[in-house]
């Protein structure tokens, strides 16, 4: 057991290696950093050693085509798909919560 988990963190770390000697800057909206806050000055929790890329988000900002690429030795894996994440429904119930407390204030 000790030796299948010594593999795996050995596989893992020569994917890590080799994922970020392969990485490209494009000019794509690329995710490579992880905030703490949400701001600029914010300190950088963690860097992300694949590529994600946003391609496009639906008419409806609830639905994000993403692809993602990573390296495993010489092999270049790439994945791309579309991403469920609600922010078009939470910005429209948070309009929705300001119009009401606007109208109670008035």
Not at 57 to 78: H, L, R
């Amino acid at each position: 057991m000790r030796a299948i988990k010594s593999i795996l963190i050995a596989i893992l770390l020569v994917t890590a290696i080799f994922s970020l000697s392969y990485a490209k800057d494009d000019n794509d909206l690329a995710v490579k950093e992880l905030f703490s806050d949400p701001s600029k000055d914010s300190k950088v929790v963690f860097q992300i050693p694949i590529d994600v890329k946003l391609q496009e988000i639906s008419e409806d900002a609830n639905w994000y085509k993403v692809s993602i690429k990573f390296y495993i030795g010489p092999m270049e894996i790439k994945n791309t798909g579309w991403a469920y994440i609600p922010v078009g429904k939470i910005l429209a119930q948070r309009e929705t919560e300001k119009n009401k407390i606007a109208n109670v204030v008035e």
